[in-house]
């Protein structure tokens, strides 16, 4: 199976089932000497870990990261660095009812076409499980690009949307709420949305707003590298998304040059910011935002017709430890994302100005 790594000099390739007895990964290409914060490490996996509110999958699993190549007296040594998460709480036999039957909206269908056989205990390699491996590359990659600040939220889940500016919004409330959005009473309605939903044993979309501040000029190439294309395709990586938009987005298809030209200030800045940090590929160091489009969970705890591998059409009923609905965990899985991108494209402009 291909396509298991990401990036060029920062680079993670990740391992692991779901139902297996581990998952983990590798990341190459991190400078030596960075004294790393294993807290700060840790804070990130209990972020996207199961069990950690009412609203998410009650899946227990600690999600503890257990180093073993590449760090000596808490410092990286430059070499790779190895790491597992040890998986604990696999409960295989609530998978037992779709081993010969194919899930809605699910890979199980695509995968068995394509490899001829599938992991049917949680999805096996196309779980969301797997991106426990890029918070830990992530955690990392902050630590790498000291400065910036990586800063996700939940902006809507559902028809409940935030309807302020990001720089309207505090940051630091983020993390006051289960929902991960920092305006209060926004994050009640969707809190209350969510566990409507998951009464119905249904599940509900949304999205995630990210923004990236204090990023360097110059990161990003002109043309097939271009830093919003590599954004777009780390995000679309994530399970569960389905669309990207940095600066405008589509808004920007319905306004005019006038309107939506950012007009520079004498020290080069702009007085406006629809680019979203970002032109010709390239960071003009305004701050980059972005969104993230997540669909409803597929897996519902009600009775849908489904195919199985007789060609059948047969009835199925979803079991387990599902999210109602994912955005809330992936804020943390958003953030690990984009800083792997920026530590990749750090590193590569640092070669290019002759600065390593």
Do not use: W
């Not at 949307?161 to 990001?166: E, M, S, T």
């Not at 970002?278 to 935002?289: A, F, T, W």
Request: charged content about 25%; some cysteine.
């Amino acid at each position: 199976m291909a396509g298991n790594s990401y990036g060029t000099l920062f680079k993670i390739t990740t391992f692991g089932e779901s139902h297996g007895e581990a998952l983990g990964g590798i990341i190459d290409g991190c400078p030596p000497n960075i004294l790393l914060d294993f807290e700060l490490i840790r804070s990130e996996m209990a972020r996207r870990k199961p069990g950690q509110s009412s609203i998410v999958t009650q899946r227990k699993e600690d999600d503890e990261v257990q180093f073993l190549s590449g760090i000596f007296e808490g410092k990286t040594t430059g070499t790779p660095i190895g790491f597992i998460i040890p998986n604990t709480n696999q409960k295989s036999e609530d998978y037992a009812h779709i081993k010969d039957t194919y899930r809605p909206s699910h890979a199980d269908y695509v995968y068995e076409k394509k490899y001829g056989i599938r992991d049917y205990r949680g999805g096996g390699r196309s779980s969301a499980r797997e991106t426990a491996c890029r918070v830990v590359a992530g955690a990392i990659a902050k630590q790498l690009l000291k400065n910036v600040k990586i800063n996700a939220f939940v902006s809507s889940v559902g028809e409940i949307f935030i309807d302020k500016p990001y720089q309207e919004l505090d940051f630091s409330k983020i993390e006051s709420n289960a929902v991960r959005c920092p305006d209060a009473e926004i994050a009640a309605k969707m809190e209350e949305h969510i566990k409507e939903i998951r009464k119905q044993g249904d599940t509900v979309g949304g999205t995630i707003t990210c923004v990236i501040q204090n990023v360097p000029i110059g990161l990003g190439e002109p043309v097939f590298d271009k830093l919003h294309a590599e954004l777009g395709k780390a995000m679309l990586s994530i399970n569960a998304v389905k669309g990207f938009e940095y600066g405008s987005g589509f808004c920007g298809a319905r306004m005019k040059g006038s309107e939506h030209n950012d007009l520079y200030l004498p020290d080069g800045t702009t007085k406006t910011n629809l680019s979203g940090g970002i032109q010709g590929g390239i960071s003009n160091g305004m701050d980059i935002y972005f969104r993230v489009a997540f669909k409803p969970v597929a897996t519902l705890i009600q009775k849908q017709e489904t195919l199985d591998n007789q060609g059948n059409i047969v009835e199925i009923q979803g079991k387990g430890r599902h999210d109602p609905c994912v955005v809330p965990r992936a804020v943390p899985i958003v953030e690990a994302m984009a800083a792997i991108v920026l530590a990749d494209f750090y590193l590569l402009n640092k070669i290019y100005n002759n600065n390593v």
